[in-house]
């Protein structure tokens, strides 16, 4: 079996998983500890975070981490007054904890959720 055929196949899979403003507050009660990112395809820090929030969500079993792009769901990004990309929010039993606002590093991000 070659592995980087098989890794390839299933891009979709990798984390953050994508979300929509239909599937957003079921995604959300799925687990208690969320974290959201707040995203656009023309946005290059949204890019840049990817590989962080990738790593995060294999080490954190305990976080769901989600991925909305905003211009195709607006609502849920109206909602949470969403101005600049990328932003982080970070919800606990369906509520939001906090928030962080660009490329940040992991260590702040750590902090958002408590670790």
Do not use: Y
Not at 5 to 28: H, I, K, N, W, Y
Request: hydrophobic letters at 35%; one cysteine or more; charged letters at 25%.
């Amino acid at each position: 079996m070659n592995l980087a055929t098989t890794t390839s196949a299933v891009p979709s899979q990798s984390p953050p998983r994508p979300t929509d403003d239909q599937r957003f507050d079921q995604d959300l009660g799925s687990s208690q500890r969320v974290l959201v990112k707040f995203t656009a395809d023309w946005c290059p820090p949204c890019h840049a975070l990817e590989p962080t929030l990738e790593k995060l969500s294999l080490e954190r079993a305990d976080v769901l981490v989600l991925s909305l792009e905003v211009e195709a769901n607006p609502r849920t990004a109206e909602r949470f007054g969403i101005r600049s990309l990328p932003t982080l929010i970070a919800f606990d039993q369906g509520q939001p904890v906090g928030q962080l606002v660009g490329n940040v590093s992991r260590a702040k991000i750590d902090d958002l959720l408590g670790a």
